[in-house]
């Protein structure tokens, strides 16, 4: 059963545009996450957020920027698309300290 | 550099056979390893777990082999079932917030 939701599925765009990602998760966590997957299906963490406070950040370049309005959301937000971008983004939550992650089913970004 | 290792890249076994997924990981300060099961299209769930403390953890038909003395563990999917078909992820932490991802290996059961 699907407790973190991510939109949209897909995303096709060119280089140099602005895209944003959504992400909510209703399990009642006190922690996200955004991870990237890329094409050979290695999971790199980019950011995790606890209680509005950003507690990882893996050398993500600052294109990148997480969102959070509340604990249940966790957007994502790219400012100027390269084609390194390309990958699959996921988002997840956990309770406390992470032991269990919970992940959506992904945005695929293509950037063309 | 890549903390966490797993061979092989791809798996394909018989159904009914048992499949075998290895990990070894650098990091002695990792105490707990869980596993996550990922079907195409979605995220990946965890699968089972452990913790540097045992040496085996079994959850029906998936059964965990660790060494903590090599650094390596081992997934076993007995029974192997074509169901089982997906990318198997080791992973590890030396706490729960700094969770590290294998390589991943991507196993395909044959009816």
């Known amino acids: 059963e699907t407790a973190v939701f991510q939109t949209p599925n897909y995303h096709v765009t060119q280089v140099g545009n602005e895209v944003s990602f959504n992400c909510k998760q209703t399990l009642g966590h006190d922690t996200m996450y955004w991870y990237k997957q890329d094409s050979k299906k290695l999971l790199k963490i980019m950011f995790s957020y606890n209680n509005k406070q950003l507690i990882v950040n893996e050398t993500v370049p600052r294109r990148f920027s997480p969102q959070s309005s509340d604990k249940a959301h966790l957007n994502l937000r790219i400012k100027s698309v390269e084609p390194e971008d390309s990958a699959v983004y996921l988002c997840?939550?956990?309770?406390?300290?992470?032991?269990?992650?919970?992940f959506g089913h992904g945005t695929k970004l293509s950037v063309l | 550099q890549q903390q966490v290792r797993q061979s092989p890249q791809s798996l394909t076994v018989w159904e009914g056979e048992t499949a075998i997924l290895n990990c070894s990981y650098e990091n002695s300060a990792f105490d707990y390893f869980p596993w996550y099961q990922q079907f195409p299209g979605e995220g990946p769930a965890l699968l089972i777990a452990?913790?540097?403390?045992?040496d085996k953890k079994e959850d029906g038909r998936f059964t965990i082999f660790f060494n903590k003395r090599e650094k390596k563990l081992s997934l076993h999917i007995t029974d192997s079932q074509p169901g089982d078909s997906a990318t198997y992820f080791c992973?590890?932490?030396?706490?729960?917030?700094?969770?590290?991802f294998g390589t991943g290996t991507r196993l395909q059961v044959l009816p």
């Open positions: 997840a939550s956990s309770y406390g300290g992470g032991e269990r992650l919970f």
């Open positions: 452990i913790r540097s403390v045992s």
């Open positions: 992973a590890a932490s030396p706490n729960t917030n700094k969770v590290v």
